[in-house]
C-alpha cells in the first residue's frame, strides 16, 4: 500500500509563487514515478507534470511549461511542484499520484486526497 499527503497549498496573487508537497508512505518510494494532476470545479482532472523514479526525465503539460517545475527528494520520500508565475486559471484542486515503474501521464495506481490553490486577479 502507498498513502500519499499533499500540502503547501493557498491563495496567492497571479504573478505569484507557491510550492506543493506530497510526502509518501513506504519503504520503496524511489521505484515509482510521480506525478501531479488538478481539477477545477465542473472541469475534468488534468495532467500536471511528472517525474521519473530517478528523478531523470519530467514531463508537463503544455499550459505550464516555463512556469511550473517538479522535483524528488527520495531520502525524504517527497515530491515538490514548484509553481511560478501563477495565473487565475490555474486554481484548482492538486493531487499528488504514484505509479510503480516508468513515467506516465495518464495511468497511476495511488492518490493523494488533494490541496486546494487559489490564484486571485
Known amino acids: 500500500q502507498v498513502q500519499l499527503v499533499e500540502s503547501g497549498g493557498g491563495l496567492v496573487q497571479a504573478g505569484g509563487s507557491l510550492r506543493l508537497s506530497c510526502a509518501a508512505s513506504?519503504?520503496?518510494?524511489?521505484?515509482?514515478?510521480m506525478g501531479w494532476f488538478r481539477q477545477a470545479p465542473g472541469k475534468e482532472r488534468e495532467f500536471v507534470a511528472a517525474i521519473s523514479y530517478s528523478g531523470g526525465f519530467t514531463k508537463f503539460a503544455d499550459s505550464v511549461k516555463g512556469r511550473f517545475t517538479i522535483s524528488r527528494d527520495n531520502a525524504q520520500n517527497t515530491v515538490y511542484l514548484q509553481m511560478n508565475s501563477l495565473k487565475p486559471e490555474d486554481t484548482a484542486v492538486y493531487y499528488c499520484a504514484a505509479r510503480y515503474g516508468p513515467i506516465s501521464t495518464w495511468t497511476y495506481e495511488y492518490w493523494g486526497q488533494g490541496t486546494q490553490v487559489t490564484v486571485s486577479s
Open positions: 513506504g519503504r520503496t518510494f524511489n521505484n515509482y514515478a
